[in-house]
């Protein structure tokens, strides 16, 4: 009767040490020191360590400097790596193309705030790949939540004008730059406070934003609201408006609650910077169920920045997020908490 027993605890010591050894690997899209386009893709690697700690999982970060040819590199060479989950950005659909074309598959893949579309989806899991799931935001809500916080902060139009708007838009080959894109229009084609007058890619630069909004305020001097896709373009647009003469007379907001938005921007839509913190969770609990990653779902996770998120904010921007405890909104926990602004804020109270 031993040797069962013997078997039994050898298998659960075995078992345990393979559990705690879990391994993921992040292709991340943006820049590791330098951040042109803001530091939403440094506070997303903060979530997701500050998650991987708690864990006890094993990250590895790459940084693709926001350079799609040296992302296919770096996630061609992480497929071969079939130990490790796999979470992907699917900007431009760079890695979609890159693993259509690929030559080896990997079994634990997820999308991290940009995935394939359905068609492209179809034909990544017919090629043998293992798609887990995908965390997305709900970047519609957030393009419209950012033109409906503008319009009521805004001089009310007199009684036979409307207020003009222009829109800076991200890049539009990327599903949230279009989905916060189609907010915007679902918001002001329905708002009779409102004109739209001009939307325009900035590509989420806060330096083409700065150009644009030059010439687009010679062209539109009657401009009472700049609704941008990221703080960064927004920013932008405040530098311009301040070389201008006419920052006052405007409204500016933008998506991400970058560092110091609140001091420079009239508003600031955010939350979702902190889904891979969420990502790490899910695989956490996927490496212990193996039950699929909720996909079809997209996480009304944003919020306008209000006095309230101070200490979240605070925390994103001190690098410093260990306060939260990413073990209770595990499944294994007695009481999962739901995985929002709202309680992630509650830590630093």
């Known amino acids: 009767m031993k040797l069962p027993i013997i078997s039994l605890a050898f298998l659960f010591i075995f078992s345990c040490h393979a559990l705690s050894s879990t391994k993921v690997t992040f292709i991340n899209p943006g820049y590791e020191f330098e951040?042109?386009?803001?530091?939403?893709?440094?506070?997303?690697?903060?979530?997701?360590?500050?998650?991987?700690?708690?864990?006890?999982?094993?990250?590895?970060?790459?940084?693709?400097e926001r350079n799609h040819i040296v992302m296919k590199k770096m996630v061609r060479k992480a497929i071969q790596d079939t130990s490790s989950y796999l979470i992907l950005v699917d900007e431009k659909s760079v890695i979609t193309d890159t693993i259509i074309n690929s030559t080896q598959t990997h079994p634990?893949?997820?999308?991290?705030?940009?995935?394939?579309?359905?068609?492209?989806?179809?034909?990544?899991?017919?090629?043998?790949?293992?798609?887990?799931?995908?965390?997305?935001?709900?970047?519609f809500q957030a393009g419209k939540?950012?033109?409906?916080?503008l319009s009521t902060i805004v001089t009310p139009?007199?009684?036979?004008?409307?207020?003009?708007?222009?829109?800076?838009?991200?890049?539009?080959?990327?599903?949230?730059a279009r989905n916060r894109e189609q907010g915007l229009l679902s918001y002001s084609n329905r708002e009779p406070s409102l004109q739209l007058k001009q939307r325009i890619s900035a590509n989420w630069s806060h330096d083409e934003a700065f150009?644009?909004?030059?010439?687009?305020?010679?062209?539109l001097p009657d401009t009472?609201?700049?609704?941008?896709?990221?703080d960064a373009m927004a920013m932008g647009s405040v530098q311009a408006l301040e070389k201008l003469g006419v920052r006052k007379k405007v409204?500016?907001?933008?998506?991400?609650?970058?560092?110091?938005?609140?001091?420079?921007?009239?508003?600031?839509?955010?939350?979702?910077?902190?889904?891979?913190?969420?990502?790490?969770?899910?695989?956490?609990?996927?490496?212990?169920?193996?039950?699929?990653?909720?996909?079809?779902?997209?996480?009304?996770?944003?919020?306008?920045?209000?006095?309230?998120?101070?200490?979240?904010?605070?925390a994103i921007h001190d690098k410093n997020v260990t306060e939260i405890d990413f073990t209770q909104f595990s499944e294994t926990a007695i009481s999962p908490l739901n995985y929002n602004l709202d309680v992630l804020n509650g830590f630093f109270k």
């Open 108 to 139: 634990a893949i997820v999308f991290l705030l940009n995935k394939p579309h359905d068609q492209q989806m179809k034909r990544i899991n017919s090629k043998g790949f293992g798609i887990l799931g995908s965390i997305m935001p709900d970047n």
């Open 251 to 314: 409204k500016v907001g933008g998506i991400n609650w970058d560092k110091n938005q609140h001091l420079a921007l009239d508003a600031s839509v955010g939350g979702h910077v902190t889904l891979g913190g969420l990502a790490m969770v899910k695989i956490y609990d996927h490496a212990r169920n193996k039950k699929p990653i909720q996909s079809e779902e997209q996480y009304p996770i944003f919020d306008v920045f209000s006095e309230k998120y101070m200490p979240l904010y605070r």
């Open 211 to 219: 150009q644009l909004t030059l010439g687009l305020m010679q062209r």
């Open 224 to 230: 009472k609201i700049i609704w941008a896709a990221n």
């Open 157 to 176: 139009p007199k009684s036979y004008t409307r207020n003009q708007m222009i829109a800076l838009l991200g890049e539009t080959a990327t599903l949230a």
């Open 145 to 149: 939540l950012l033109a409906q916080h």
């Open 35 to 64: 951040n042109p386009t803001g530091d939403f893709w440094l506070n997303v690697t903060l979530f997701m360590q500050a998650a991987a700690d708690d864990l006890d999982i094993q990250l590895t970060v790459h940084y693709a």
